[in-house]
């Protein structure tokens, strides 16, 4: 990987780590942490809801611009869930209310419509299907993929979710998994 490419995701895993509030100092502390410990420069803005509803994020990172990159996150909360994008700042710029989305990840050079895409899914957890959308790298939004639903059939509420590109045959696939662990379906 060049240099260039190592700095982008460098900077985009700090970013990352910045955004993840609860690391050890929350906004507004400015009692310095504890030696070794990471604490977060900058904090996302939140969901609404209570509790445990901010899932797996995925990162898009701009190699040419990399303060544009992007975090995506998805809310499992039962009123309000849905899909947010993150400046790294840790500023809202979008909100999708799609549903409790849960483990976002995305792919690029993803070809759809006779160009490559961004392509970004995620299991909805309201309907047991996938979810899935494009980023557009440009005004940093996202926008849904109409395609007929992709219901799961894993004998429990879908759970796990991640994609996977094959480098050999150039396939995309999809992975979900069910709330307590067994068959892995593929698409």
């Not at 050890?24 to 809801?49: C, I, K, N, T």
């Not at 994008?85 to 995305?106: E, S, T, Y």
């Not at 993929?145 to 999809?174: D, E, L, W």
Request: aromatic share 8%; proline share 5%; with cysteine.
């Amino acid at each position: 990987m060049q240099s260039t490419g190592r700095r982008s995701l460098a900077l985009a895993s700090l970013c990352l780590l910045a955004l993840l509030a609860g690391c050890s100092r929350g906004r507004g502390d400015d009692s310095a942490a504890a030696p070794g410990q990471p604490y977060p420069l900058v904090e996302s803005a939140g969901f609404p809801g209570a509790g445990d509803i901010a899932d797996d994020s995925a990162i898009w990172v701009d190699r040419t611009h990399p303060t544009a990159s992007v975090v995506l996150a998805g809310s499992k909360a039962d009123v309000g869930g849905g899909i947010g994008v993150f400046d790294m700042r840790g500023d809202l710029l979008q909100f999708r209310p799609d549903g409790k989305i849960g483990n976002v990840d995305l792919r690029e050079g993803f070809p759809l419509g006779g160009r490559d895409a961004v392509l970004v899914g995620a299991n909805n957890r309201s309907n047991d299907t996938l979810s899935l959308w494009t980023l557009d790298t440009g005004t940093r939004t996202l926008s849904p993929v109409h395609a007929s639903s992709i219901v799961t059939s894993t004998g429990s509420a879908n759970y796990g979710f991640c994609m996977y590109h094959s480098g050999r045959s150039g396939r995309f696939y999809a992975f979900v998994t069910p709330n307590g662990g067994g068959s892995i379906q593929q698409f």
